[in-house]
């Protein structure tokens, strides 16, 4: 059974870090690109982050570029994304994803709040 599970949530002040936990079960994490999505209040969930499962490459959207991270721990079968430098406009709920055809696989989300 595939499951992916977030982790690492949380409400930290502007400015702050937090890293982001995707554990993955039922496939092997490697073989596939992994997602970070993020949906906040009123709007239209958008992609973040993903990471290939070839080579590793990585994709950043414009509004996180050069403050997230994706990276890969295949022992753990787990993503992380490390965000730094988090605005306000950052505060949403993240997901991360999984195209395993025929299927797509979303965990159940993590709240991120950037706030004061």
């Known amino acids: 059974q595939v499951q992916l599970v977030e982790s690492g949530g949380g409400l930290v002040q502007p400015g702050g870090s937090l890293r982001l936990s995707c554990a993955a079960s039922?496939?092997?994490?490697?073989?596939?690109?992994i997602g970070w999505f993020r949906q906040a209040p009123g709007k239209e969930r958008e992609g973040v982050s993903c990471?290939?499962?070839?080579?590793?490459?990585?994709y950043y959207a414009d509004s996180v570029k050069g403050r997230f991270t994706i990276s890969r721990d295949n022992a753990k079968n787990t993503v992380y994304l490390q965000m730094n430098s988090l605005k306000p406009e950052d505060t949403a709920v993240y997901y991360c994803?999984?195209?395993?055809?025929?299927?797509?696989?979303w965990g159940q989300g993590t709240q991120v709040t950037v706030s004061s």
């Open positions: 039922g496939f092997t994490l490697d073989y596939y690109a």
């Open positions: 990471i290939s499962s070839s080579d590793g490459s990585t």
């Open positions: 994803h999984a195209h395993i055809p025929p299927d797509d696989y």
